[in-house]
Structures are given as C-alpha cells and as structure tokens.
C-alpha cells in the first residue's frame, strides 16, 4: 500500500474556538488512480496536504494511521518529510502562474528539480530538464527552456510543472485541481499526459477535483467528500450512476448539454448524512 | 433593449484581439458567447459595457449608436456582472455600501428601500446588508454582485463567467437566479463563458469566437443536436459531449 489513511482528523484553533475541517477520513491508495471529489471546503486538499505535512504547525492532526509506504508520517521529521515530498511523492498544484518563480527562466527551474534530488553538474542537469519538457510533450524544449513562466500559456505552464514533478522519479503523484484553471481543450491534453505517465511509470495518483465527469472518466476509484467526511467510496465509471444523495445532487444540479432542463434541481443538505 | 454588435474591432498596442465581430440580440432575449482563453469574449463584453474606449465599429443599444464615452445614463440601462465576486466587491465596504454606491451616483431616491428590495430580489437575508464580503459566502457575494447590477433598475445585463469561481451546488442556485430575473424583468442577457452545458443552460443563441473571430453562431438547440458546421464548435461540443457521458 503506497497511502494509508486512517480515521484522519484536521483542526485548526482559532480565537474564538476550534474548527474541525477532516472528521475521520480513511483512504487506501496502491498503485492506482484514485479521484477525489467534493465542493470547496470538504477537505479534500487538506487530506492530500496532511499526508506531505504541508499544513501549518498551529494545525491539529489526529489520526490512527497515516502512512506513506510504511513510513508514519504523523512522528516522520522534517529531514525525513524531505526525502518524501518531491522525490517520492510529487505534488501538482493548481495554477502554474503562482507555482512557477517569476523571475527565473523555466530551464533553470526545472534543473534545480532535477539537481536537488539526482546531483550532478549544472550542464548535466539543463541537457536532463530539456529531456524532461521533452517527455512532457513541449515541442520546442530549447526555446520554451529559455523563455520565463509569463511568457508561456496556462497549459505550458502546467506541463512544466509535471516535468518539475518528473524529475526524481516519483512513486505517487498528487494533483490538486490540475486543470481548472485551463480551457477544455488544453485540460482533455493535460490530462492524457498524466495518464499517459502514470501507466508508464507505474506511479500511484491521487487527483483531487471538484468535477464529478472529470474524475469518472480519468480514476479507477473515487472518493466522494462533504463537510469533512467521505459520503461513499466507489468505482469511477460507476460515479455518473451514484445512489449516495449527496452524490446524486451533485450529479443533478449541474446543467447539461444533451440533456436539458428547464430549471437546475437545488442540492438539499441532509443533516442525516453526516451521521 | 435590443443590441446591435457590427464589425467591432479592438486592439490593445498594436495587437488586434478583436477582428470584426458582430451580432444582433432581440429584447428580451440571451445571447451566450464561448471560447477559449484569449479568444477574445470578455474583451467585446468590456466594450459594450463601456470598460473599454479603444474600439471601432458599431455597438447599438435600441438601435442607438453607443458613443464612445458613455453619458451616466447608459450605466442604469447597461450593468455588468464579473467573474470573481471575491475580486469584485470591496474588501473594506459593507454590503451596504457596496450596494448604495450606484444609487447615490445616479441621484436616486429611497436608497433604503431599494437595496432591501434588491436583497430579497436575489434571495439573500436583510441580515446581510450590514456584513463584509469576507463574512459571506463565494455563492453570497456573487449575489451581492447581481443585486449591485440590479439596483440600477437595467434592462441589459453583462454576465462575464458568472458562475465558473462557484461550485455546481452553487452554480446551479445562481443560474436558476438569472434565469428567473430574466423572466420576471424582462431583462437581456449577453453571457460569455467557457462551459457550453452553462451557456446553453441560459442562452437560446450561442456565438463561438476563436482567435478574435466569431466563427460562428448557433441555436442552442443545433449545438445539442450537432448541426454544427465550424471545425473549433465541433472540438466543443465534442469534449462537453464526451465527459457528460458515462465512462
């Protein structure tokens, strides 16, 4: 098992009291696509960021087991979390503009990734960042090397931040809203990369998405949060036919092309749900 | 109010975004245009709405030319609602304030009574008009910011991406929101966003711009059935088709 997640909880203290994000989250996660889902504030980037220790030191974490490939992570030092985030698990995060350092060029970036984990001397590291952009499907690698994060578009810039995360080889890929911030077009291509990486690799990867269609079509599995809780854990293809009513108000209230409806259903929240 | 778009050009410097577009939309009714980023939509919204004094060609409201600067009263016919309520309301204004600002410009009077009138136009509690936009909710401000196009009393409302910074749950309130606003003000709607089920949702017409360039316009319902005839409507329609679809 890469991931193992159990009975997860995230708090954070505040002046006025104490708010629980996670309430209890167990996950499982081999060698797979697993989606995570749910709408803003359900703690899905939570979960992922607990799991790399990425979350403020003020932050409350309780869990019965929280597992990187056997390592706990919840006792695992900094020195250690180093040795994970990055070289054995790497992290996508959502839009490329405020990941990328403004003022270097691509070229170098990508290198430093590739130094700060494999060594070796700074020409050896540009020739292997140029391979990467390769791998990543940029067509002119050289150029788009040389050039600085403004001036390429929305979907280059992700796909430098997959060649970043390619670099050392990593065992787990975790992608935070990978493409919301790109047009359909360049999100379908996007998408086929990490698919198409992830297999040949053999990498595990946890995408997290609040696109239901999105996640069904990409994942093996889904996990479906709300309000801190996982409502059900299923089959991807059998998302779009989901019994849990959370679920199926997601699926309803979003308007159709094929299928159109002269009003959108509203979701009701069921207290009963978080029981 | 009907809107007349012909030829419009705009440039920023000397790079053409805009390349002679034009449309008609009848009174009354919702003209919805997709595309890509840097295709150019939110560019010709900008311009009707007035945000943007570099253009050439025709914008006509009522079969009016729009100057290029325009008079005050435009802004109580013509009103605009932008993507990121997070963005577009004021960080340090009560909702009050925010709400009683276009009333007090245009000289309007009963300032009180319009804006508890346009809160419960769009659902949100009297308890709100003395919050903060951080004390809302992403959904609760993107109604703060229909209800400050609202209270001009317009008969042309902007929607730039209204509801794409929104989760579906929301989405979906909001757009069941416009499209009765429409019905009960008898309002005209020229939406712009990338989701063709949003915009065929609430637009009976649907214009595809690509490059500067409206390559096409369609009914809603020919975009569903797939009488589609460019080759960029297709690769839309196509993606939307397909993740709508089971696996």
């Known amino acids: 098992m890469l991931v193992d997640i159990q009975n997860l909880k995230i708090g954070f203290k505040s002046r006025t009291g104490f708010h629980q994000a996670v309430k209890g989250v167990s996950l499982k996660l081999g060698t797979e696509k697993l989606g995570i889902v749910g709408e803003s504030g359900s703690g899905k980037s939570l979960t992922a960021r607990a799991l790399m220790k990425l979350l403020p030191t003020q932050t409350v974490i309780e869990a019965d087991k929280l597992e990187f490939d056997g390592i706990d992570i919840r006792s695992a030092s900094e020195k250690q ?39 070796g001397s700074k020409r050896a590291a540009l020739e292997a960042a140029i391979n990467l952009l390769e791998q990543v499907k940029i067509r002119d690698p050289r150029k788009v090397a040389a050039s600085y994060p403004h001036e390429v578009s929305g979907g280059m810039g992700q796909r430098v931040m997959i060649a970043m995360m390619l670099a050392p080889d990593p065992e787990l890929l975790i992608a935070d809203e990978p493409t919301s911030a790109l047009d359909a077009t360049v999100q379908a291509e996007i998408l086929r990369l990490i698919e198409e990486l992830v297999s040949e690799r053999g990498m595990g990867l946890l995408l997290i998405s609040h696109d239901l269609p999105l996640v069904s079509h990409f994942c093996d599995r889904v996990a479906v949060m709300y309000a801190g809780h996982v409502m059900e854990e299923l089959k991807a293809s059998d998302l779009l036919s989901a019994q849990h009513p ?6 309803n209230c979003m308007p159709s092309l094929m299928h159109p409806k002269e009003r959108l259903p509203v979701l009701t929240r069921d207290p009963e749900w978080l029981k | 109010m009907t809107i007349e778009i012909d030829n419009l050009r705009i440039s920023f410097g000397d790079k053409q ?14 003209f919805g245009i997709v595309g890509e980023s840097g295709s150019g939509k939110s560019t010709v919204l900008r311009a009707m709405a007035g945000l943007n004094n570099d253009w050439s060609g025709r914008i006509a409201f009522s079969g009016e030319d729009a100057p290029l600067f325009r008079p005050p009263a435009f802004f109580r016919k013509v009103q605009m609602v932008f993507q990121d309520p997070y963005g577009s309301l004021h960080p340090r204004q009560t909702i009050d304030r925010i ?80 499209a009765d606003l429409r019905a009960e003000r008898n309002l005209t709607y020229v939406m712009v966003s ?43 329609r196509s993606l939307s088709v397909e993740l709508e679809e089971p696996a």
């Open chain 1, 81 to 119: 979390m180093r040795t994970i985030r990055g070289k054995r698990a790497g992290f996508i995060l959502q839009d490329p503009k405020y990941s990328l350092n403004p003022v270097k060029t691509i070229g170098s970036q990508v290198a430093e990734a590739w130094r700060t984990h494999k060594g």
């Open chain 2, 17 to 30: 975004v805009v390349k002679g577009v034009s449309f008609n939309v009848a009174r009354g009714a919702s």
């Open chain 2, 194 to 236: 990338h989701n063709l089920s949003v915009i065929t949702h609430l637009c009976t017409e649907v214009g595809v711009m690509i490059d500067g360039h409206m390559v096409e316009q369609v009914t809603a319902e020919d975009l569903r059935l797939g009488n589609v005839n460019h080759a960029h409507t297709r690769e839309l």
């Open chain 2, 99 to 178: 709400l009683s600002e276009l009333p007090l410009v245009h000289g309007m009077d009963n300032i009180d009574d319009r804006i508890a009138k346009v809160l419960s136009a769009v659902a949100l509690p009297q308890t709100a008009r003395f919050r903060y936009p951080h004390q809302l909710s992403g959904g609760q401000r993107q109604r703060v910011a229909i209800a400050r196009a609202l209270i001009a009393e317009p008969e042309v409302l902007l929607l730039d991406e209204p509801t794409s910074a929104l989760d579906v749950s929301v989405q979906a309130e909001i757009l069941n929101l416009l």
């Open chain 1, 246 to 251: 959370y679920t199926r108000g997601l699926l």
